[in-house]
């Protein structure tokens, strides 16, 4: 059948065409991000007693009056935040310069519930941004040496759960989370009287009901289509630095393990780094002679990147 455009009248193709225009703004609208939180990641030494990484925020919609961040790490046997020997967080020259910051129970070395908050109501909220350093972490690595594993990772994650995570903006709402309310009505209809007072009910329907109870169920979540929590982590390294031949003690047998290594072709050390004495970065006759002299001359300790 041969198309008639007279078949159609123009409201109709007015509005095929507002049909039209809906669907590719659809299909190009992409969500907001209304809030993200990163938590950067790195590495260190076994015994390092002060490891930093930053933490990031991104509003770009909506300013923060206060806010609270749970942080926990996924193992207790390598790295502690530092609440004892100095502070587990720092602001200085941060986009969190002049907040108050508290830690809230149960805070410890290795779980960190932080509250934040303007230092009185008429001060300026954090202003809408992106890619912000919120605050920098502190934290310390064990010594100890584990059994396996000599390079180890220490997750630290955000906790995303509404009742431990949470900004909020100058009026109090919490950024980027959704509130769902389920009303569930539950009739009763009595069974047994005692003059005016009904001493026995059964639960019933609303046909036959006499009256009700409502309930009211909550739940809060975050859109993960506009925000976003990145998780960060240290990368611990276990190795006593200089020992290129692996049996616990730095001395002149590393020297000869590396020129073995060097010129004839030997085993490299399990660990590569632990060839690295002078800390440049590679394992070579340079680090030889630079064992020679820390065990025959006195010289530097051997630094292997640190």
Same mark, same amino acid.
């Given at each position: ?26 299909? @190009? ?210 190795? @006593? ?18 020129? @073995? ?46």
């Amino acid at each position: 059948m041969p198309f008639n455009h007279k078949s159609f009248s123009p409201r109709a193709i007015i509005s095929l065409f507002s049909i039209l225009i809906l669907c590719l703004m659809a299909q @190009n609208t992409v969500a907001q991000l209304e809030l993200g939180l990163r938590i950067d990641s790195t590495t260190a030494w076994a015994g390092d007693s002060m490891v930093t990484v930053g933490v990031y925020l991104d509003n770009p919609l909506d300013s923060v009056a206060a806010f609270e961040l749970t942080i926990i790490m996924s193992r207790s046997d390598q790295v502690e935040f530092c609440i004892d020997d100095t502070t587990a967080i720092d602001t200085t020259g941060t986009i969190l310069s002049g907040f108050n910051i508290g830690y809230y129970p149960p805070s410890s070395n290795h779980y960190l519930r932080i509250l934040a908050s303007k230092p009185h109501p008429t001060a300026p909220a954090l202003a809408p941004q992106t890619g912000g350093l919120l605050f920098t972490l502190n934290m310390k690595v064990y010594d100890s040496f584990p059994n396996s594993d000599p390079d180890s990772i220490t997750v630290l994650q955000i906790i995303e759960n509404p009742g431990f995570t949470g900004f909020s903006d100058p009026y109090g709402d919490n950024i980027g989370l959704v509130v769902e309310y389920e009303y569930d009505t539950t009739w009763y209809s009595c069974i047994e009287w005692d003059g005016p007072v009904c001493i026995d009910s059964v639960e019933t329907t609303e046909e036959f009901g006499e009256w009700f109870v409502e309930d009211i169920s909550i739940t809060s979540y975050y859109d993960t289509n506009a925000v976003s929590f990145d998780n960060g982590y240290v990368r611990v390294v276990y190795y @006593n630095c200089g020992d290129a031949n692996g049996d616990g003690i730095p001395n002149v047998g590393d020297a000869v393990f590396l020129i @073995n290594y060097v010129f004839n072709n030997g085993p490299a050390p399990d660990q590569i780094e632990t060839g690295d004495a002078n800390g440049d970065g590679l394992s070579n006759v340079a680090d030889a002679v630079y064992m020679i002299n820390f065990v025959f001359k006195n010289g530097p300790d051997p630094t292997c990147g640190q």
